[in-house]
């Protein structure tokens, strides 16, 4: 007797919350897009077939592990967004950042499924109905003032490799959105899942999926 009103009610805020707003939760904003540029090209499927045979479960930096991927879930101004930063690590195999922490323009790509326009109004009916969707960066991506949750693995230049190709696949493959059934959340766990990584068997939202997905890959603790 409930489903009806809990129906109307998730259809709802999100058009509520549009109303109020004076641009989309995930608008891109054009001068950050020209910086995060694609800066790779993917390599043939080839050599990159045999790169991920047992998955990719151990995040700590070890050596030969050059490049990073890293899962992330923001603040915006709904129910937050999640998207996937990759690039290569700095010279202290860390992630290039800047002094108050924010990802530092360069060898880095942020990739993550939003409404391709940042009309509160499209974002509003992609609740209801596909609407078209855009993979590149949106603004807040990089910054850590509003990050809420981050998985990172470190990666060797093989894996990183077949990380292009993976993303390169997901990116040309996600031409819509639509809020409750293909979203940011949809783009990460099939990249996750790509990568032989274990997903979380719940739907969640973003700062909790990208929380879960950390946790169901956690090595085991040896004694």
Same mark, same amino acid.
């Given at each position: 007797m409930y489903r009806f009103p809990l129906l109307a009610l998730s259809i709802?805020?999100?058009l509520v919350l549009a109303g109020c707003a004076t641009q989309s939760p995930y608008a891109v904003k054009s001068e950050f897009a020209s910086v995060y540029t694609s800066n790779y090209d993917a390599v043939p499927i080839w050599r990159t077939a045999r790169v991920f045979p047992n998955g990719l479960q151990r995040p700590?930096? #070890?050596? !030969?592990?050059t490049h990073f991927v890293e899962f992330r879930a923001r603040h915006a101004l709904s129910y937050g967004h999640a998207a996937v930063a990759f690039g290569k690590l700095n010279a202290n195999g860390d992630i290039p950042r800047k002094d108050n922490g924010d990802l530092q323009a360069g060898e880095i790509e942020i990739s993550g499924l939003a409404p391709a326009s940042d009309s509160v109004t499209v974002y509003g009916f992609g609740h209801i109905v596909p609407?078209?969707? #855009?993979? !590149?960066p949106s603004d807040g991506d990089q910054e850590a003032a509003y990050l809420l949750s981050r998985y990172r693995i470190?990666?060797?230049?093989a894996e990183f490799d077949r990380l292009v190709v993976i993303m390169a696949k997901h990116k040309r493959r996600a031409?819509?959105?639509?809020?409750?059934l293909i979203s940011c959340v949809t783009y990460l766990r099939r990249i996750a899942e790509d990568m032989g990584l274990k997903t979380p068997l719940m739907r969640h939202l973003p700062a909790k999926f990208v929380t879960n997905?950390?946790?169901v890959n956690k090595p085991k603790r040896v004694f």
């Open positions: 709802a805020a999100p700590a930096l #070890s050596r !030969g592990k609407v078209f969707g #855009s993979t !590149g470190n990666l060797t230049e031409l819509i959105w639509h809020g409750p997905l950390k946790r």
